[in-house]
Each structure stands twice: as structure tokens, then as C-alpha cells.
């Protein structure tokens, strides 16, 4: 019998060549990664959500990553009912910029992820002192696309969403 481990380990396998597979196909032009998606959609867990989540902090020279804001075990994704959550931690509980990162956040799942995943984006508890008025503008459509129509809003997530080749 296998232990849970060595399951998992095979799981990762699978999804980083089901990954190769597809991005070899895409390269090769046989489907473009829409069709590919369309025809085959392929199962996503935390191997395929985390990577999407190189983001740079708005205040600071780093990722969030490296700030600790985000971690793995803060992403939680149910492939079957197309549903993604990420929870991140302020660096300090009056942050100026949590909605912006909430932002960030959202955007970059939503433009790696398929379509038909809903994108969850929270606070962690206890972290920050507007924590539910920062979850509310986070979660509520309407001030998402409010945002995202500001130009300098834009222009602050696309500088944060620029990947970092080190």
C-alpha cells in the first residue's frame, strides 16, 4: 500500500506533465491554449494555482512571497466545484495597500486560471483592521471593475503583476 506521500508526490507528477503535455501542444500551434482548455480541461490544485502567484509587493522590492504575505498553504482549490481561495497576511495590521494586493491577487488568478473557476480572495483573520471592509471590496464584483477602470489602479497591479526573472 502506498502511503499518503508517495501519493501526493505521484499526484505532482502527474499535473507538471500533464502541464508539459499541454504547453508542448500549445507551442507546437496543434491547439491554441483556449481550444486546448475547451476540448480537454485539465484538473487544477495547488501545483497549478500557486506558481500564477509571482507578485511583486506595491510598497516594497519584493514578492510577496518573500514577505510572507502569501503562502502555499493559504491557497485552497476545489477543481471539481471551480472554486479558488487565497487568503494572505498583511505585513502589518493598518496596511495601507491590502485592497491593492487583494487586487493583485484576483487579477493575476483570473487571467491564469480557466473561466469557469470563481476566484475567492480574503484577509486572514486578525490580521488587518478593516479586515471586513477590505474582504467586502475584495469579493463585491461591481468595486473590482470599479478599480480596474481607474488607470492608476491599473497601472499599479500591471507594475506589481510584472514578473520577477531573478
Known sequence: MESNEAKHHCGERLILNIH???????????L????????FPLP????????????KD??????????????????EVDDVRGHVRVTFTPTVEHCSMATVIGLCL????????????KVDIRVAPGSHATEA??????????RVAAALENPNVV???????????E
Open 20 to 30: 508539459f503535455l499541454v504547453d508542448t501542444i500549445v507551442e507546437l500551434n496543434v
Open 32 to 39: 491554441s491554449l483556449l481550444e486546448f482548455s475547451y476540448w
Open 44 to 55: 487544477v490544485d495547488i501545483l497549478g494555482a500557486y506558481p500564477h502567484i509571482d507578485i
Open 58 to 75: 506595491p510598497e516594497h522590492p519584493y514578492s510577496l512571497e518573500e514577505l510572507k504575505v502569501i503562502s502555499e498553504d493559504a491557497i
Open 106 to 117: 484576483r487579477v493575476k488568478l483570473l487571467r491564469s486560471l480557466p473561466s469557469r473557476f
Open 133 to 142: 471592509s477590505v474582504n467586502k471590496q475584495l469579493n463585491d464584483k461591481e
Open 155 to 165: 497601472e499599479m497591479v500591471d507594475e506589481c503583476l510584472t514578473p520577477s526573472y
